[in-house]
Nanobody, 133 residues
Framework: QVQLVESGGGLVQAGGSLSLSCVASGRTFSSYAMGWFRQAPGKEREFVAALNWSGAVAYYVYYGDSLKGRFTISGDRAKNTVYLQMNSLKPEDTAVYYC???????????????????????WGQGTQVTVSS
């Protein structure tokens, strides 16, 4: 089992920034991908960003539509931690943000693959991000 714990959510004014963290613990994998998704009230879960490790420190990154440029995903494999830096936040970014782990051990080099929430095996409990106008 893998446990994922998100932190860093909160209330911020439009135009502000927040940084989310997700720490993975428990069973570790030689190669797995980490993703961020979000879900606003009354809406479907939406892909935000993902990274797929390539070696000890490098990784490939993928972003949801229109989020690249404002959001940045990064990771520290030694710490089993993935981050999501969110800048220029808008009220429509308000949602619960979830961290997820995909444990196939394979590298797909595909944004389409990593954007599907069904490909992820483990999920965090979520952290609320609220952006006021």
């Amino acid at each position: 089992q893998v446990q994922l714990v998100e932190s860093g959510g909160g209330l911020v004014q439009a135009g502000g920034s927040l940084s989310l963290s997700c720490v993975a613990s428990g069973r570790t994998f030689s190669s797995y991908a980490m993703g961020w998704f979000r879900q606003a009230p009354g809406k479907e879960r939406e892909f935000v960003a993902a990274l797929n490790w390539s070696g000890a420190v490098a990784y490939y990154v993928y972003y949801g539509d229109s989020l690249k440029g404002r959001f940045t995903i990064s990771g520290d494999r030694a710490k089993n931690t993935v981050y999501l830096q969110m800048n220029s936040l808008k009220p429509e970014d308000t949602a619960v943000y979830y961290c997820a782990a995909e444990s196939s051990g394979r590298t797909y080099y595909s944004r389409d693959y990593y954007s599907r929430d069904s490909e992820y095996d483990y999920w965090g409990q979520g952290t609320q991000v609220t952006v006021s106008s």
